[in-house]
């Protein structure tokens, strides 16, 4: 008989293997250490097996063994697990509380251990910390949660992608995102916004909050190089709900409220401002007395806009910032699920709602998702899990980032308020604006920029326990999403006014699938503990685009590209790729005392040449728990004390496809005929970036867990990073994409929570956490003479030795008090000072715009069934800049002639010895608002992140209306912030390049919120 057949056999053989249960029945109840109050919602199972029950209202439960004096597990979040023989036909089990933590279990990615057992750095987030947060996509609950882990938005628009850094940044050129796992499989977390200059929406948002049961962020080798070529930049894992055991748990989850802009932004000038520097402008230009600068200007004919405010409009002004601001923007979030057991099955299932409205007026955000997890036991031996996910997300994406003539963010600041919105009547918005922007109110309510996104997630497994130490998993997931696209310019006023009106019409189908295949083997000896897993994974992701764009529509009111009449074309693509690994870990422990972690993936992947596709990642970790040592054991009130180190190799190869090929384009023709030409150089020797990372740290924990916490210290060496390097002009290409470089990431993290007052009905509880970051390049490519290739634009530069992207400029010295004209530093430093913009030197300016500290203050406050909880969150040690303030500054005709300025140039230089930071206005161009430290700023800041009231209804109130739990609170998220800088308008927390941007800026919300379970 071969191999094949004995497979076959050892397969199928369980399946038929039935067994003939007794007829046992054990019940009892599960309280507190009071022995008096029953405990809800207790898990409890036979051990070795996946049966079981869950205690009822009263703590109470029923099980049937098929066996007689079966051992039982007691498990439930904040308490500490307990086994008991089941020898009596009723039990009667006291759980005490776990303030340790220790026995926590974590999910890790492709397994989940115990904590005291994991020698790598992890933290993890459970529901109740982040399940209630208004949020669109849960990625943004996580800030100022986990030490380490720094999450910035770039927009407030619902449904943004967020930028979230690990340990600080690892990549020029690749991708410095994390790696995402949902239930074991790493999945892509892409922007699919139908077009790049539009908001983004990143493929969190279709998850809903609701269904996630834990969040674990891994950081150091030992954790993250099971992942291979993609851990580098860290991993979190999303654990989703499963079914708990015993009848239908229902849980119905409700919120509402509103929500505004955390910051009002930029000042702007008014009319009449706007009219008093433009005359004095003029006045300084021209040497016209100031009372005759407006018949100057008319009859030069410099500017026919102010004599028709002044004349035909009567100074009647717009106030753009509250015409186009949506103020108390509605948030509503619903959703309900069921859980439970029947037999040999467990299920979950869920609907969710969530609709949010964006600060801006005619943008919106809605989703609806659904989940059903489903486990059976086919078998004592055979589980089958199937989880599916299937959500659609809608998005109305406005233009952002930059100041776009149809981005509403930036006419709020940069249209003249001369500009009338509406015409006499009072109701008809006016068409007929003089300003380069468009009135963006007739633009919001007649284009159309709609990104439809539809996502489906299977996840199945079949799980084989083929002896107690051996078992055999097989899984295959597929994320399919469909994401589309409609853009419509009206013909009437706008981008679409001289094409006769425009659409843009796309659809991208991408799916990423992955299979994987493991055995887990445990060997145990006595005292020894050696667990051994080895796992096959193939992942492939497929790309489909297509899109189809026309002009020239009839009629208002057509919108599809069905009705457009000329100038039609199409567009289609394809891309994929694959990977093929193939993972080895081993787990060694020894009486829970000394744990030894060895970690070795073999990676393949296709965006590489076949020569350099595969490659090696390894790790190796070692904790020792301290406090298990007979030595400890005098050491009054000390619970826990454990040491850890980790060190290992993993990889990024985060880039695009097609990058290491020499590639021809046939997008150009030639004498009306088709043609092609060189677009890329190829380099076959192109591999991914790699980190050698080192990690040593302490968890520790007293008083029976009443003040715990950890630190860390990190190295993190990225080498082979990705740069262009300049090629001669004879090779007819710019540059080669290379691995040359390196950079490091060093820090250290640090948690402390403690149990500070619990009497009686009053308890009181804090918790800090902070990370620090230092960031220097190391080394980058170099020229044929061998000089430093620096990578250099107006305001950053990467050179070694310093952060990479640091701030590189001109330094600003003010104002000359003597003439008013701007002044800059010539040396870029200190010293002599010029006049002259380019006649001052470039030069460093402090560090970068990655915070080189974060932090977060925790408090909870409980008096009998209430309870406040005040999260605070802080960053610092970096700067910001104010982008494009050339349009908003600016001392010439920018401000107040072509665009809108800020109400700060009311300070402007006016008379000799006038001392202030604003030159004197000038009709024409200034060099005042180019690019200087004039607009570099402290980033610092400390925002309340959340403020919760709640109140828990009694136990005697919710039992006489058949509830389990009632729960209602009144939430505040980001409610106050503080700036370290006082120049500073604009909300301080950006995007990860630091710049502030005509974006929506992040949102406060107030909502009301009611939780049940019956």
Not at 446 to 470: C, H
Request: charged share 20%; with cysteine.
């Amino acid at each position: 008989m071969n191999l094949r057949r004995i497979f076959l056999l050892c397969f199928w053989i369980p399946i038929f293997n039935f067994s003939f249960s007794q007829n046992i029945t054990i019940s009892g109840k599960v309280s507190d250490v009071s022995g008096k109050t029953g405990i809800a919602g207790v898990t409890v199972l036979i051990k070795g097996t996946q049966a079981g029950t869950v205690t009822g209202t009263n703590g109470e439960f029923l099980i049937k063994p098929e066996q007689a004096n079966p051992m039982l597990v007691f498990s439930y979040v904040g308490m500490k697990t307990k086994e008991v023989v089941a020898d009596k036909d009723y039990l009667e089990v006291i759980l005490e509380p776990d303030r340790i933590g220790i026995d926590e279990v974590i999910a890790i990615g492709y397994q989940s251990r115990v904590k005291k057992t994991i020698t790598g750095s992890v933290y993890q987030v459970n529901s109740e910390l982040i399940s209630e947060t208004p949020v669109t996509s849960f990625d943004q609950a996580l800030q100022g949660k986990i030490p380490g882990l720094v999450v910035s938005s770039p927009s407030g628009t619902p449904g943004t992608m967020q930028d979230i850094r690990i340990r600080g940044v690892g990549s020029i050129l690749a991708s410095n995102q994390p790696l995402f796992v949902i239930d074991g499989v790493p999945v892509i977390n892409t922007d699919f916004t139908g077009e790049p200059q539009r908001s983004t929406l990143g493929l969190l948002a279709s998850l809903s909050i609701q269904d996630i049961q834990s969040v674990t962020v891994l950081k150091d080798a030992s954790a993250t190089s099971a992942f291979g070529a993609r851990g580098s930049n860290g991993v979190i894992v999303i654990t989703t709900k499963n079914g708990s055991y015993g009848k239908t748990q229902f849980s119905v989850n409700s919120s509402v409220g509103f929500q505004n802009n955390t910051t009002d932004g930029l000042k702007v000038l008014n009319g009449i401002q706007r009219e008093e520097l433009m005359l004095e402008a003029v006045h300084n230009t021209f040497d016209v007395p100031l009372d005759e600068a407006y018949d100057f200007l008319i009859k030069n004919n410099l500017t026919t806009t102010l004599k028709t405010w002044v004349e035909t409009y009567n100074r009647n002004e717009s106030n753009w910032k509250d015409l186009l601001t949506n103020k108390n923007a509605m948030v509503q979030n619903y959703s309900i699920s069921a859980s439970g057991s029947d037999g040999d099955s467990r299920y979950y299932a869920s609907l969710g709602y969530n609709n949010t409205e964006s600060t801006v007026i005619e943008n919106d955000f809605s989703r609806i998702s659904g989940r059903l997890g489903y486990q059976r036991n086919f078998t004592p031996e055979i589980l089958f899990s199937a989880n599916i996910m299937v959500s659609n997300t809608r998005q109305d994406a406005i233009l952002e980032q930059s100041a776009y003539y149809g981005n509403p963010v930036s006419t709020r600041y940069l249209m003249s308020p001369w500009e009338q919105a509406y015409l006499a009547d009072g109701k008809t918005i006016n068409t007929a604006t003089t300003s380069s922007f468009y009135n963006a109110l007739y633009l919001m309510e007649n284009d159309l920029y709609e990104n439809d996104l539809t996502r489906g997630l299977l996840s199945s497994s079949l799980e084989w326990k083929i002896t107690n130490q051996l078992s055999f998993k097989t899984l295959y997931s597929g994320d399919y999403n469909i994401a589309a696209f409609h853009a419509y310019q009206n013909r009437v006023h706008g981008d679409g006014k001289p094409k006769g009106g425009s659409a843009i019409q796309s659809v991208i189908r991408n799916y990423n699938w992955v299979s994987q295949n493991s055995l887990d083997y445990l060997f145990l000896t006595g005292e020894n503990n050696l667990a051994f897993k080895i796992l096959v994974e193939y992942q492939e992701n497929r790309n489909n685009s297509l899109s189809g764009s026309g002009e020239k529509f009839p009629a208002n009111g057509l919108y599809y590209l069905s009705s457009a009449s000329s100038n039609l074309d199409a567009n289609a693509a394809y891309s994929n790729w694959k990977n093929l690994s193939y993972l080895g870990m081993v787990n060694y422990n020894f009486k829970d005392k000394y744990i030894v972690d060895l970690t070795f993936r073999n990676e393949g992947s296709s965006l590489f040449a076949p020569g350099m596709r595969h490659g090696n990642f390894w790790s190796g970790g070692t904790a020792w728990n301290v406090s298990e040592e007979k030595f400890m054991a005098g050491i009054r009130n000390l619970n826990v004390l454990r040491l850890r180190v980790s060190y290992g190799l993993s990889g990024n190869s985060a880039i695009g496809v097609n990058q290491y090929q020499a590639l021809l384009s046939y997008d150009r023709s030639y004498a009306g005929e088709g043609a092609v030409y060189p677009k890329q150089i190829g380099n076959p020797e192109l591999t991914w970036e790699k980190n050698r990372n080192f990690d040593a740290g302490f968890d520790y924990s007293f008083f029976d867990g009443r003040l715990k916490g950890f630190g860390s210290w990190y190295h993190r060496y990225t080498f082979d990073l990705l740069q262009m390097v300049p090629l001669s002009h004879t090779t007819g290409h710019e540059a080669m994409l290379m691995n040359v470089g390196s950079l490091v990431n060093r820090g250290f993290e640090g948690e402390v929570t403690g149990e500070i007052i619990n009497v009686d009905n009053f308890s009181f509880s804090a918790g800090v956490n902070f990370a620090t970051v230092e960031n220097e390049v190391k080394e980058l490519a170099k020229d044929a003479a061998g000089n430093e290739i620096n990578i250099e634009n107006a305001t950053r530069k990467v050179a070694t030795s310093h952060p990479l992207y640091g701030w590189y400029m001109r330094k600003w010295a003010g104002v000359n008090p003597e003439n008013g004209k701007p002044q800059w530093f010539v040396n870029g430093i200190d010293g002599e000072v010029t006049e002259s913009y380019n006649a001052a030197k470039k030069e460093w300016q402090g560090e970068s715009a990655m915070p080189k500290v974060t932090a977060a203050l925790t408090t909870h406050t409980g008096y009998r069934n209430f309870y406040i909880d005040v999260n605070f969150y802080y960053a610092g040690g970096h700067k910001i800049y104010e982008d494009l303030s050339i349009l908003t500054h600016h001392s010439g005709y920018y401000t107040f002639v072509f665009y809108n300025g800020t109400e700060k140039l009311m300070d402007r230089w006016q008379n000799p010895g006038d001392v202030t930071d604003i030159p004197k206005v000038v009709y024409g161009a200034s060099d005042d608002s180019k690019e200087s430290t004039r607009f570099l700023l402290d980033g610092d800041y400390i925002r309340m992140k959340d403020l919760v009231l709640g109140y828990r209804v009694p136990e005697k109130v919710i039992k006489q209306i058949g509830f389990e739990n009632i729960d209602i609170y009144l939430r505040g998220t980001n409610l106050l912030t503080y700036a370290k800088e006082k120049n500073l308008e604009y909300d301080p927390e950006t995007g990860a390049d630091g710049m502030t941007r005509f974006t929506t800026p992040p949102v406060k919300s107030i909502v009301f919120g009611i939780n049940l379970n019956f």
